[in-house]
């Protein structure tokens, strides 16, 4: 499933809680392609998409 929504920094905070990966998969002009992993790191269980500034910035502090 992919995600268009603007409350995506949330949404990886919550994945961060449950323990989850996430990982930056793709980038083009503002917006990103973020894969949602199994805790283990193997599978893809889902996808968000976004161009949020604020998931930008969140984004850009964890790669700084």
């Known amino acids: 499933m992919t995600q ?3 409350a995506a920094v949330a949404a ?4 961060e809680d449950a323990g989850a990966i996430w990982r ?5 002009g503002g917006t990103l392609v973020i894969g949602l ?3 283990t790191g193997g ?4 996808r ?4 949020d500034p604020d998931l930008l910035r969140f ?3 964890r790669e700084g």
Do not use: T
């Not at 930056?24 to 083009?28: C, E, L, Q």
């Not at 599978?43 to 889902?46: A, F, H, N, Y």
């Open 59 to 61: 984004v850009a502090e």
């Open 24 to 28: 930056v998969i793709g980038r083009r």
């Open 4 to 6: 268009h929504h603007p």
């Open 48 to 51: 968000i998409v976004s161009d």
């Open 12 to 15: 990886l905070r919550r994945w």
């Open 37 to 39: 992993y199994e805790c």
């Open 43 to 46: 599978d893809e269980v889902d």
